[in-house]
């Protein structure tokens, strides 16, 4: 997953505007690719990722070999079980799609309660156009994820827009990122 986001990474870590922020929390952080982009280009940023134990010793491995371990830390959860760690932006990459729309609201829900009233999540990953006509690595993902997965599936923007909008967030943009990939910003 490190490598697939690579492009999507240095893309958010130039759009998104990190100077309005401290603290930044990657939920399914995998090996912390994400955050060490992220926080390696901005300074005065710190990180948390928050992943299954069996991918800390890769994670803290990969922010050692960015010299970054004393700015981004890992936390071993589970995001639908144990808190989330405190940050004002919280991402989520390539993982809405992993799960039944339930799950996935509940998820949303956990992480619009743990934000603070000013707070930002941006998801990202191959996402659906709302016409289902452009976007055509997005839905061979969303075949490929009903075909291999027992709930996984893609979703469009209209679909997770409504998520959040009914998960307590006010407002959301849309961008397309480099490659397959787009985002969806979604202010608390």
Not at 30 to 39: H, M, Y
Not at 108 to 132: H, K, N, Q
Request: charged fraction near 30%; glycine fraction near 8%.
């Amino acid at each position: 997953m490190s490598g697939f986001s690579a492009l999507s990474a240095d893309a958010i870590a130039d759009r998104f505007p990190w100077e309005e922020y401290d603290r930044v929390c990657d939920l399914g952080a995998s090996k912390g690719a994400f955050l060490t982009e992220v926080v390696g280009r901005h300074s005065h940023l710190t990180g948390v990722g928050l992943d299954l134990p069996p991918v800390e010793s890769q994670f803290r491995d990969h922010v050692a070999d960015a010299r970054l371990d004393d700015r981004v830390d890992f936390r071993a959860g589970d995001f639908f079980e144990d808190s989330l760690p405190d940050a004002e932006v919280y991402v989520l990459g390539h993982v809405l799609h992993n799960w039944d729309e339930e799950r996935t609201r509940r998820l949303l829900g956990r992480v619009a309660d743990a934000l603070p009233a000013d707070g930002t999540l941006v998801v990202y990953g191959m996402i659906v156009d709302d016409e289902r006509r452009k976007h055509a690595h997005a839905l061979l993902m969303s075949l490929n994820m009903l075909v291999t997965m027992e709930a996984g599936r893609g979703y469009t923007f209209a679909e997770c827009e409504r998520w959040l909008d009914d998960a307590g967030f006010a407002e959301t943009r849309r961008a397309d990122l480099p490659g397959p990939d787009s985002m969806i910003v979604a202010e608390r």
